[in-house]
């Protein structure tokens, strides 16, 4: 498939996902604007409060647990459109965003520690998106990162470098 197509059919998920969670507002008598785009070769859809002060954190839940839940719930509506296995991105009131700032801060400590004390580093146990940015920001700073244990107690493990032995 070329880029273009790829692209394309990214395009289409994010525009049926967009449908989808225009009759999930509807259903739950919200408002909000949404926005569709392609990045790191996945949709990526974003659901705003369409006006100021309105807040779609009901959507968003504690630590992102209803987020994570209509995310699942519209890559099926998705899936079930188009036959085929979606990796789209939800966000909704940009919690996405503020988080995953938040776990650079938290994987950039943890990368600091690894330095300054040669041993591996095990953070707290994350979602499968939270882990990713931590692997991110782990494999930008030059380390290893792998993940271990069983959801929903599955967290990241930063390696410290094996030093060459002469």
């Known amino acids: 498939m070329s880029d273009k197509e790829r692209i394309k059919q990214l395009e289409e998920e994010g525009d049926l996902a967009a449908d ?3 009759e999930l507002l509807d259903i739950a ?6 926005e569709i785009d392609v990045e790191n ?3 990526s ?3 705003i409060a369409d006006r100021p002060g ?11 647990e209803v987020l994570d839940a209509l995310q699942e719930l519209t890559r099926l509506a998705v899936q079930n459109s188009t036959g085929e296995r979606t990796r789209l991105m939800l966000d909704i009131d940009g919690y996405r965003v503020s988080r995953k700032a938040e776990l650079r801060g938290v994987a950039e400590e ?3 520690r690894v330095r300054a004390h040669g041993e591996n580093v095990k953070l707290d146990p994350m979602n499968p998106f939270e882990r990713k940015v931590c692997h991110d920001v782990v494999a930008e700073a030059g380390l290893v990162s792998e993940s271990e244990g069983v959801e929903p107690s599955r967290c990241v493990v ?3 470098p094996v030093e060459a032995s002469e």
């Open 20 to 22: 989808y969670l225009e």
């Open 29 to 34: 008598d919200m408002e909000g604007d949404i």
């Open 41 to 43: 070769d996945r949709a």
């Open 45 to 47: 859809v974003a659901v």
């Open 54 to 64: 309105t807040s779609l954190s009901r959507l968003v839940g504690e630590e992102g």
């Open 110 to 112: 943890a990368i600091a």
């Open 158 to 160: 930063i390696l410290a």
